[in-house]
């Protein structure tokens, strides 16, 4: 098991968790949780659909792994894991939340590095 591999699985279990929290949890309840204050700035449903998102991002990056097909697929969606961290990152600043957004910051180099790593094995 290389390095890759280990961080793929730590990003499936975070964003797996962090999107199956916003999809199950209800609005009302989701911002009185701890460091989720921002999302009092979003509807309803743009919660939902970051959850969305990151659970696909989840699934995506860990379905090549299991299943040995689908090489691109793990790339493609460490890339879109970055994106929702950086559109994180930006509501974080925004907001002068910089904890959350070191914390953003972690996961978004975690997500590169997946995906420069894919890649790189893809392309040779």
Known sequence: MDTVTVIQVLLMIFAGAAGLLRLATPYARFIKLPFQ????????????????????????????????SLPMLAPLAAVGLALVMAGAMATHLRRSEYLNMAGNLVWLGLALFVAYGRLVEFAV
């Open 37 to 68: 204050s921002w999302a009092n700035e979003f509807k309803p449903w743009h919660v939902k659909l970051i959850g969305v998102l990151e659970v696909g991002a989840a699934v995506g990056i860990i379905v090549p792994l299991l299943s040995n």
